[in-house]
C-alpha cells in the first residue's frame, strides 16, 4: 500500500529501529515508547487489523505473534512478563491501520489498561 506508514518502514521508506526480521515479519522500536521495551511486530504484507489477518493469512498472524514472544526474550523480559496488545478500531486507539502487535514490558503494567 503506497500510502500506508508501516509500508514505508517494510519498505525502507521511512527509517526505524529495527530489532528482528523473520520471513514475513518485521519488528521495530515504537517511536513513542510507553515501557522500557516497546517493540512494535507487523507483517510484511498490508492488513489493517488483527481480525483481517486472522481472516486473510493465519500462519502469519502465529509467525507475529512468535516473533513478539522472541522479542521479549531478545529484551529479557519473557520472564518477568511482558504485554502483547493489538489495538484494533478508533475507540481503542488505534491510529496506524496497518496491523502491529506492540510488546510491552520492563515494568508492571496496570491491569485493566485505561
Ligand atoms: P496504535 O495507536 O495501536 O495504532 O499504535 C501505533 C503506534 O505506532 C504508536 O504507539 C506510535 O507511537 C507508533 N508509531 C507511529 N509512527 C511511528 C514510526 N515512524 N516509527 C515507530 N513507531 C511509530
Ligand atoms: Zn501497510
Redesign the pocket.
Known sequence: ?TD????KI?SGEVPAKVVRESARTVAFRDINPQAPTHVLV?PRE??STVAELAAADADVLAEVLREAHQVAVDEGIAESGYRVVFNTGPQAGQTV??VHAHVLGGRGLNWPPG
Open positions: 500500500m500506508c506508514l508501516f509500508c517494510v507487523i498490508h492488513h491501520f496497518h
